[in-house]
């Protein structure tokens, strides 16, 4: 039976790590700090001569952990910096054995006329 147990700690399988980490639950204090500190050490890339503006970030869903991030010119946000930020998210809460999903929303401006 020790042998068993023992197999299963070298092998990593940690099933119920896996579940506790697909169900994450966070306030969007802590997550809009997250992306503020994630922003502050490594800023949004500029597009068209404009710098995309990160506001503010919650939880859109859980299994697998989503992560909405509202701003302006989000949606313009290349790959490289959302799989920064997925590692940000990652590493903060430790999550293994999930996928983290950020999505971005952009508000629309109610100047321009339709």
Do not use: W
Not at 11 to 32: D, I, Q
Not at 81 to 103: A, C, I, S
């Amino acid at each position: 039976m020790i042998f068993d147990v023992s197999i299963v700690i070298i092998c990593g399988y940690h099933e119920p790590f896996s579940y506790e980490s697909a169900n994450l639950k966070v306030s969007p204090a802590k997550l809009t700090q997250i992306l503020n500190d994630a922003t502050d050490q490594h800023q949004p890339p500029t597009v068209q001569g404009r710098r995309i503006k990160m506001r503010y970030a919650h939880m859109g869903g859980q299994n697998p952990p989503t992560i909405v991030v509202h701003g302006n010119k989000v949606d313009k946000t290349p790959a490289d910096y959302r799989r920064y930020l997925e590692n940000v998210f990652r590493k903060v809460y430790n999550l293994e054995g999930t996928p983290v999903r950020v999505d971005f929303k952009t508000s629309e401006n109610q100047f321009i006329s339709k």
